[in-house]
């Protein structure tokens, strides 16, 4: 008796496989008819199982993007991450779904200063402060000469001082740069050249800022009670902005004293030349 040959249907909605109908049993026709079974083919020639491929290629990429977040001790940029996975264009939308499959867990994955890092979620801190080491608080003019940095930046001593009305010492400087969050960026093109402050990238990890842009305007701060709401009508605040190269009015830190930035040589015009 001739076993009969498989053939290829395509199912819909409404059929359900039944063994010994749509499926018949073909045990008893030992390893040819189970390996003839196994190369039977779906649709458009494919093997059974490439509809399934896709997805498990995304979740195992999911997966390594996944713990080399967990793993690292700082945050990582995208640049890195696509070229330790060996991703392309597909790296920010897989980014974007562990982001979300983690909103609402202990664990958040957040953007940070550019990059990428696991945070605990804002809601359950409490639950760690009894591990976290403690920590020496700013003073409140350490805490105002940080704000003025930030949101003025570049920015000299005494243009901080000009600010807050008051002197400033230098030892709040230099526990705001003991911190890691300001750091000295260049010289003002000024009499005496004066060193310029500014913010860094550890000041936007701690805080949770993407950029500097992302720190709160006039009418946010107003409403945390942060400021005064009795404010002069004119009043004005700088739009924060961190650019990483000097600026025209700015001299490299190690600028000689005797080099005159400013001076340009100009060549005289030999004879002839008119226009």
């Known amino acids: 008796m001739v076993p009969p040959r498989l053939s290829v249907v395509q199912s819909s909605e409404h059929s359900k496989s039944r063994p010994g109908i749509d499926r018949p049993d073909h045990s008893w026709a030992g390893d040819g008819a189970r390996a003839g079974e196994a190369a039977a083919v779906v649709p458009h020639g494919l093997p059974a199982n490439v509809a399934t491929l896709p997805s498990a290629d995304r979740r195992e990429k999911l997966r390594m993007l996944e713990a080399l977040l967990f793993a690292a001790s700082e945050p ?39 990059k990428w890092a696991f945070r605990t979620a804002a809601d359950l801190a409490y639950l760690l402060e009894q591990h976290a080491s403690e920590e020496r608080r700013l003073s409140k003019a350490a805490i105002e000469t940080l704000a003025i940095v930030a949101y003025h930046q570049p920015v000299t001593r005494a243009e901080i001082e000009e600010v807050r009305g008051v002197t400033t010492s230098k030892g709040t400087l230099d526990v705001l740069l003991e911190t890691g969050w300001v750091r000295p960026r260049g010289r003002r093109r000024a009499p005496g050249k004066p060193i310029t402050y500014g913010t860094t990238e550890a000041f936007l990890v701690h805080f949770g800022l993407d950029s500097i842009k992302d720190l709160p305007g006039l009418a946010e701060l107003k409403g945390a009670g942060l400021l005064d709401s009795n404010l002069p009508p004119d009043f004005r605040m700088p739009e924060p902005a961190d650019i990483a190269a000097l600026l025209p009015d700015e001299l490299p830190l190690d600028s000689s004293d005797e080099a005159d930035e400013d001076q340009v040589e100009v060549e005289p015009q030999a004879e002839g030349d008119g226009a």
């Open 76 to 114: 990582l940029d995208e640049g890195r991450l696509a070229h330790r996975l060996g991703l392309g264009d597909e790296l920010p939308a897989l980014l974007e779904e562990l982001k979300g499959f983690y909103a609402s867990r202990g664990i958040n994955l957040l953007r940070v200063a550019g």
